[in-house]
């Protein structure tokens, strides 16, 4: 943390123009957040903010570290004051943010429909709003968000995964969501929850061995894996009637 501050000080010490300090600042302030110094973080973004108001990438980091910390109240303080000043698309998703931290849906389901009217090709509140559709069960309307931003970005990472993965689960055009989800795996290949879906497309088509490859290396990419990932890699090792291990990654779902 101490070097991150001597490195900010002299980012800033070199940044001529304001745009390049408030550039470095957002920058520092997210990778002290990373590196756990939270209140650092706050400190630095905070302080830069009142030089640079219309720094949205500081913004963003800010609202971000105090969802992380839980503390609502500040961060819904901040976002309102920039909604006032600015009442932008930008500062409306940072409102989102905070709502969905707080896993109040409608709301945020409301804010983000609004923003889908004003711009219909507004791919952030498309997958925001997608997002908040999964949340709450409702996988039809957020797979039209998703077909909605590949008519307007046919290679959008997340868009091919979340909709492929769904079609997955649904037993539904496995054929298209196999290549939805290869488009996805090509520029995210060490993204575990990607990684994930290629498996659980494949042991959806019957293909198990190819299936253990995949889901294995996604339980392996992820520092503490999560009960679903090992619930699927149990299932594709069941299928291969490899009992024990299926029983014993499953136990370790359960855990998770």
Do not use: C
Request: glycine share 8%; no cysteine; hydrophobic share 40%.
């Amino acid at each position: 943390v101490s070097r991150a501050q001597q490195e900010l000080a002299g980012g800033r010490a070199e940044a001529g123009a304001s745009d390049e300090r408030a550039r470095v600042a957002a920058g520092m302030a997210g990778v002290l957040a990373q590196a756990g110094a939270s209140d650092v973080a706050v400190e630095v973004a905070w302080r830069e903010l009142k030089r640079s108001p219309d720094n949205g990438p500081l913004r963003e980091v800010l609202v971000r570290v105090l969802v992380e910390k839980k503390d609502y109240e500040r961060a819904k303080e901040f976002v309102g004051d920039w909604l006032a000043q600015k009442g932008d698309g930008s500062s409306r998703r940072l409102k989102v943010l905070v709502l969905l931290a707080q896993e109040d849906y409608e709301e945020a389901r409301q804010e983000l429909a609004g923003l889908v009217r004003a711009n219909p090709q507004d791919v952030q509140s498309l997958h925001l709003l997608g997002a908040v559709y999964e949340s709450t069960g409702r996988s039809r309307q957020a797979n039209e968000q998703y077909e909605t931003i590949l008519r307007v970005r046919p290679k959008d990472v997340w868009a091919n995964n979340n909709l492929g993965y769904s079609l997955a689960q649904e037993n539904e055009r496995l054929g298209d969501a196999e290549k939805m989800i290869r488009v996805a795996l090509r520029q995210a290949g060490s993204e575990a929850p990607i990684v994930d879906s290629m498996g659980w497309v494949l042991y959806k088509r019957g293909r198990f061995g190819q299936a253990v490859v995949y889901l294995s290396r996604a339980v392996r990419l992820m520092d503490q894996a999560k009960g679903d990932l090992l619930e699927h890699l149990g299932d594709a090792y069941y299928r291969l009637d490899e009992g024990s291990r299926a029983v014993q990654t499953w136990q370790e779902g359960l855990r998770a």
